[in-house]
């Protein structure tokens, strides 16, 4: 917590300090350069700040980018009402974040590999990446708008929140969505606390007959524990490698003894329920199996994503 | 395959008609060219080209010609040049009408080292050293002379007859394909992905760099290739004729397939495992003109250029604003003149 106050203070005086300069400059030119067209101004005022990027790249970020190419941090941008110019999908644009639709419902598709000439389209002044392309490849996307891949991990999105908040200048709003989401998960804490103290979960994924479990750290399993703070079985603890979704048996399932099972699967029937082993499943035999289908914020990152879970945990425990 | 008349190629009829062909050939990929400039994703009109190449086209339509749409149409041309060349000297060489470097597993032998490389130079925390690109031309180029030694090695029973060549050719393939799935499964999951498109043969990230890359290598091996093509042409009349010529075969053999391994592995380290353009053009070449290489591996040369700047046309128009790797067109196109030939080749 404190930490948290020191940085924010940080950030704060960092901003000042950043907005101090801008009306120097401003007002500089103003004096020097009477004679300067509207337009030449506008190119003066939005000069651009200079961040290095996860490629190691100084990449000069323009202010106040409008056309913004993020593919599959949406996420991240929504939460900073920011809307991207196209958003990301698979399968020739049939295969969208289909939780987020409400948002993104209008905002045109790209392919998730990002072909250049599909970037060209949107024609956008600012791109940003996570995957780190190969060098070539980012030299191609600069020739477009200036480029800027991620630093912060994958598999932690209040850092990536954090950077895409200084990246796109709004470092106030991005510590506002994470706190605000801190506050949300605190109810869904509370509500744990009072209804489910002391009992395990796990958020299970069912592809026809194989199982997968959430990593404890990672997607809605930092939500499940990290936030709502259902008790680690002791299994998924185990099994916790390098994947967000580890394959586990039914036996290991079984194994987990969990008092409350979310299960991601989009088959009604599945043989697997008609098993021993998962009708002797605590959370079977207390009827607090929840079901949610694929599509739905279990499987992503970001703080919405993360906050549909939380809404999903609460709607489950009532 | 083996016409016994005159060895010079300059004088006779044929070589007019070759010629000819070439000329036509030549003409042909310039079209596609240029239809390929205007196609894809974003539309480009004839007179937007003209007016983009004349210097008054919009900024937008600049970028697109000249740093999207004409690199990877000249790696393209490359590729096919490469591609095509490489086949044509495996082909004469073993004296195996099947001995496409794609298809003997040469490809997949530089692929492997390319995807090793590549992961290697991942676990490192630091940022790829700027060789990295540079290198791996070097590298698949050096997988590919290891999967070729191998082949020889194995396929080696008292000399070494077509269909064994190639059935040692096609384990080798498989064994490397084994080996990147290996290495892949190590990858990250966006590195495996990219790999994967990689190796499935892919141009669709061409730029500048990627040609100038390529470029050297096509410069130096495809002349040295035509330098070499008399000597290959006498090799056709049999071992024992050739030595009576005055040739020593083992020698220029060696030097010959380093010659081909080195094209076809530049070639794969830009574009990955497109297979059968190496099987498929010098095929066509020995049709229209003949089975003496002086004259077969220009022509072939051509043909493979066409073949893959068609082929990536397609790859980038069928399903676009998505791409589907121009690797697996050249194999809707090769996979059954390869069936075709295998049915019809009785030794």
Partial sequence: MKKLVVSTLSLTLFLAACNGENTVDESENDTTEDTVTEENKETTDSE???????????????????????SYLEDYLLALDVIPAAQWSISDGEGVQYYLQDDLGDVPTIPYDLPYEAVME??????????????DMIDQYNLIAPTYVLNASPTDWRETMREVGTVLDLEDESETVIEDYDARAQETASLVEEQADGESAAA???????LFVVHPERSSGAVLYGDAGFEI????????????WAAVSLEEVAEMEVDHLFLISDDEESSLT???????IPAVQNEAVYTFDSQSAWLYYGPIANEQVLDFIDGSLQ | MTDTDDLSPFKDRVFKRSLYFFFFLLFLLLILTVISLGSG???LSPGDIWQTVTGSGTEAHQLLLFQFRLPRIILAVLVGIGMATAGALFQGVTQNGLADPGIIGIHT?????????LYLVSLSQDQPPWWANIGLPFVAFVGGITAAILIYVLAWKEGVTPIRLVLVGIGINAGFSAAILLVQLRMSESDFNRAIIWLSGSIWNASWATVLRLLPWILLFVPLALYKARILSVMQLGEEMAVGLGTAVEKERIKLLIIGVALSAASVSVAGGVAFVGLVAPHLARRLVGGKFQRMIPVSAVIGAILIVLSDSIARTVLAPSEIPVGLIVSVIGAPYFIYLLITIKE
């Fill in chain 1, 48 to 70: 651009s700040r200079v961040l290095t990027d996860g490629a190691g790249q100084d990449v000069d970020i323009p202010e106040n980018p409008e056309a913004i190419i993020a």
């Fill in chain 1, 122 to 135: 949107f024609e956008p002044d600012f791109i940003m990446i996570r995957d780190q392309p190969e060098q």
């Fill in chain 1, 204 to 210: 299970i994924w069912m592809i026809d007959t194989s």
């Fill in chain 1, 233 to 244: 079985p002791a299994v998924v603890d185990q099994l916790s490698d390098d994947a967000d």
């Fill in chain 1, 274 to 280: 008609e098993d021993r082993l998962w009708q002797n």
């Fill in chain 2, 41 to 43: 994703h974003l539309s």
């Fill in chain 2, 109 to 117: 032998g530089s692929g492997f080292f390319v995807v090793l490389f």
